[in-house]
């Protein structure tokens, strides 16, 4: 996955750096958005496809994902159903662990397992649930706890959700890059590490390049209310990168890394 990253996005980082640098103008911070015009915002699906390479695991019990539910306030009724989502493997494995040793969560039996599955299946049950079935879903998603470390590093003001790492100008301003296609995008990752190894390809090829460009972090549960709510077009440019380890183990561990796509 690195490796991909690289050829698809490091050349054309390099030029577009090099160029973003003599223009002050280039882009917008992702928290305060760019001017919008008559663009409208992403359907549902437009975002559900954007988020169809990102895998996700949840636990499941037999075919069942395994989901909590909530009472809210003033209800005798469970009113949602929240349904905890995990990055990798190991993380919702130890999660299932916990379970049996923390008398704050609710003990799983036995039978529990850890599902692969994808971001973008996730998503449109919750949006689906919105409509449909008695109970509403909602996602709880898990973050990482080293890369919301990394984030913390970066933004002392990152408190909550899951860290998206990004190119950026000193100004701010997250950079656009060119896929092989010819396609511009912003390209966020769920791997600090994963830009730093692409920044580090730019210094290799640009110097000067790479001393105008840092890393920056924005909430992934942000982008997304962004992505159905904002008229900002650039919104459709916007693209997720999976953790590369991540790939890498499902890979190595296939069929049994399989997703479950549904």
Avoid at 51 to 76: C, K, Q
């Amino acid at each position: 996955m690195t490796s991909f990253i690289r050829r698809a996005l490091a050349p054309s980082l390099a030029r577009t750096a090099a160029i973003c640098a003599l223009s002050l103008g280039f882009a917008s911070t992702l928290e305060a958005g760019i001017l919008t015009n008559s663009a409208i915002a992403l359907t549902q699906q437009e975002v559900a496809n954007r988020l169809s390479i990102v895998p996700a695991f949840v636990v499941g019990i037999g075919e069942n994902f395994v989901t909590y539910p909530v009472t809210e306030a003033g209800s005798d009724e469970p009113e949602l159903e929240v349904m905890p989502v995990f990055w990798n493997r190991q993380a919702a494995e130890d999660y299932i662990a916990r379970t049996r040793t923390q008398e704050n969560l609710p003990e799983l039996p036995p039978e529990a397992i850890v599902i692969g599955s994808r971001l973008d299946y996730l998503y449109t049950l919750e949006t689906n649930s919105q409509t449909e079935g008695e109970r509403r879903l909602e996602l709880a998603f898990i973050p990482e706890p080293e890369e919301v470390e990394e984030a913390k590093v970066l933004n002392a003001e990152f408190d909550q959700g899951v860290p998206l790492f990004y190119p950026q100008l000193e100004n701010g301003s997250i950079i656009a890059v060119s896929q092989n296609e010819g396609e511009d995008i912003f390209p966020l990752f769920f791997s600090r590490a994963d830009v730093e190894s692409l920044l580090s390809e730019l210094n290799e090829q640009s110097e000067e390049a790479r001393n105008v460009v840092e890393v920056g972090v924005v909430p992934l549960e942000f982008v997304l209310r962004q992505m159905v709510a904002s008229e900002d077009e650039a919104l459709e440019q916007f693209r997720l990168f999976p953790a590369s380890d991540v790939i890498n183990d499902i890979q190595q561990n296939s069929p049994q890394g399989q997703q479950n796509g549904q």
